[in-house]
């Protein structure tokens, strides 16, 4: 449906967006994942319309959108403010966009209780924006979005003003709400937990380039570059002989480089790797660990809850392998 090719945009001299190409298919979530300043909300309004091109192109189902104004275009916004009108209520909130093309009342009436019930918040049509959390306000903007039935939605780091915990919880609500309403979606984030809770595809930017792209698991699993393998959260990269040490505990072949986890090693007696723990933490979910590996160096390790687990501690160590990532050679810094 949308496809992006060579897209670029420039202030001055400076290449914000870099010869972008994407596409996305009828129902999926593409995420665009990068650090601030990388492009990606520069990306998305330019998708809008609201950002003129310096050159490539952004079609819908074949069709040029050069020229198509923003309100022309059918796409719908969502930001991380929610940008609810505070003196209307939530019922109103949700139908300004279809009293602007003139919906019948009664239409109007049916698609606010049918958006509202789809997002949980039955029942809250007199309420005003003030009096409700901010995850609340946030399911009000999706509705409020999904008004018009938009044939792409853009979210615009829809979750980054809420605390982690309710962000977490509200990830997962809105990919059900997205699939349930069979909505196609573009949205950007420098969170990679809230890309992963709602895309299906990931596309990762850095100084205004898409330098990967590819199915979640895909890019999770093969991280094009040392950079790229932190941005996505693993927590060390090791290389030569380092490397080769783990894989081969792990009972892989030897490469360059390997980007861990912090749970990627876990304290087992029949583990492979000997270590001295230099420093325990308890966690609601297991003990992180901070050793120092025989033949690797200092690394982030994890022990089962309720394990006595000390500093000074002589432990074994063995390697979960779904939670590390062999780089290519190519790419290694």
């Not at 949205?187 to 590819?214: C, I, N, P, S, W």
């Not at 297991?286 to 050793?291: D, E, G, P, Q, S």
């Amino acid at each position: 449906m949308l496809q992006l090719t060579d897209v670029t945009v420039r202030y001055g001299d400076t290449a914000a967006v870099d010869a972008v190409s994407l596409d996305l298919a009828p129902g999926q979530v593409l995420a665009v994942l990068g650090p601030s300043g990388c492009g990606k909300s520069t990306l998305l309004r330019a998708v809008a319309g609201l950002e003129p091109l310096s050159s490539g192109s952004i079609s819908w189902d074949g069709a040029d959108l050069a020229g198509t104004p923003t309100h022309k275009r059918g796409f719908a916004l969502m930001f991380q403010d929610g940008q609810l009108f505070g003196h209307l209520t939530v019922a109103r909130n949700v139908a300004y966009a279809l009293r602007l093309r003139r919906t019948p009342a009664a239409r109007v009436a049916a698609r606010v209780r049918e958006l509202l019930d789809l997002v949980g918040l039955a029942g809250y049509d007199d309420r005003l924006p003030g009096t409700l959390s901010g995850g609340e306000r946030q399911r009000v903007a999706l509705a409020r979005a999904l008004a018009v039935e938009p044939r792409l939605i853009l979210l615009d780091e829809p979750l980054s003003a809420l605390d982690a915990t309710l962000r977490e919880r509200l990830a997962g609500d809105l990919r059900s709400i997205l699939r349930e309403a069979g909505t196609t979606a573009l949205l950007v984030t420098h969170d990679h937990d809230e890309a992963f809770a709602l895309a299906d595809r990931l596309a990762v930017m850095r100084a205004g380039r898409v330098v990967q792209q590819g199915a979640i698991g895909e890019v999770w699993r093969e991280p094009v570059d040392e950079e790229t393998a932190l941005f996505l959260g693993y927590a060390s990269v090791l290389r030569e002989d380092a490397a080769a040490r783990v894989l081969s505990a792990a009972g892989l072949p030897p490469a360059y480089a390997v980007a861990l986890r912090r749970s990627a090693l876990v304290v087992d007696p029949g583990g492979d790797l000997r270590a001295v723990v230099e420093s325990a933490r308890v966690t609601p979910e297991v003990v992180r660990l901070v050793v120092d590996v025989e033949e690797v160096g200092r690394v982030d390790a994890v022990a089962a809850l309720g394990s006595r687990t000390s500093p000074g501690d002589e432990v074994a160590l063995r390697v979960d392998v779904t939670r590390l990532a062999v780089l290519p050679i190519s790419h290694a810094s």
